[in-house]
């Protein structure tokens, strides 16, 4: 009686270690998966500039700054940020009438990865439609060229898009022919196989086989 809970308890511990172990593992798959990333810069001007991301199958936009705060040069990213979820889309506005200047960089690889994809403008922009460098304001005064910037003002919410992922056809290429390997006749096939089940049910079941070992391991664990 003794032997049987000692072995309950053992089997106890096993399992919180290996759900402790599971659970472990878990958060680091799911740390891991962050790849998707968004990285808003001040680099120019400081300013006031409002963020939300659309994120693929989340029903709800993240909204990753704070319109009320003057976000500085030299200072912390207003947007640092990855996500798990796939980038859909990114909005951008100008809740104020400072202006805000800097970039907009966006990756896939994860914090660590490289921060080397260009977002397009998809909507309300003015200027360059692949945003490197980004101006946001409340009204239109903003001074800036638009040759080289992309700017988002009058108070519109402009929508920006990671770049789609390109892919290219595959060259197939025809395989060899084959020859045909010779037939085995149908009797002594059925034969072969029939001997080869006959053998197979044999030790399965005889003295020391298969099923004695199962047996034995199912009477270990238990007792």
Not at 35 to 48: E, F, I, N, P, S
Not at 97 to 114: C, I
Not at 154 to 171: I, S, V, Y
């Amino acid at each position: 009686m003794e032997g049987v809970k000692t072995s309950q308890v053992h089997a106890k511990r096993g399992s919180k270690m290996l759900g402790g172990l599971l659970l472990l593992a878990l958060m680091n798959i799911t740390a891991a998966s962050e790849d998707y990333c968004l990285k808003v810069k001040t680099t120019v001007d400081a300013g006031y500039i409002l963020v939300k991301v659309k994120l693929e199958g989340v029903p709800d936009m993240d909204k990753v700054t704070d319109g009320n705060i003057e976000y500085q040069l030299n200072a912390a990213d207003p947007v640092d940020k990855c996500w798990a979820e796939k980038i859909e889309h990114v909005m951008v506005t100008g809740p104020k009438d400072n202006k805000w200047q800097g970039e907009v960089h966006y990756g896939s690889n994860g914090a660590t990865g490289n921060f080397d994809k260009n977002m397009q403008c998809v909507e309300k922009c003015d200027g360059q439609k692949t945003v490197i460098e980004l101006v946001v304001e409340q009204n239109s005064d903003h001074g800036t060229d638009t040759s080289k910037t992309t700017v988002c003002i009058d108070g519109n919410w402009c929508k920006l898009k990671p770049p789609q992922a390109t892919t290219t056809e595959a060259a197939t290429t025809e395989a060899p022919t084959t020859t045909e390997a010779p037939t085995t006749p149908k009797a002594a096939t059925t034969n072969a196989t029939t001997t080869a089940q006959r053998a197979m049910v044999s030790s399965v079941i005889r003295p020391g086989g298969l099923l004695a070992s199962l047996s034995a391991l199912v009477a270990h664990i238990l007792f």
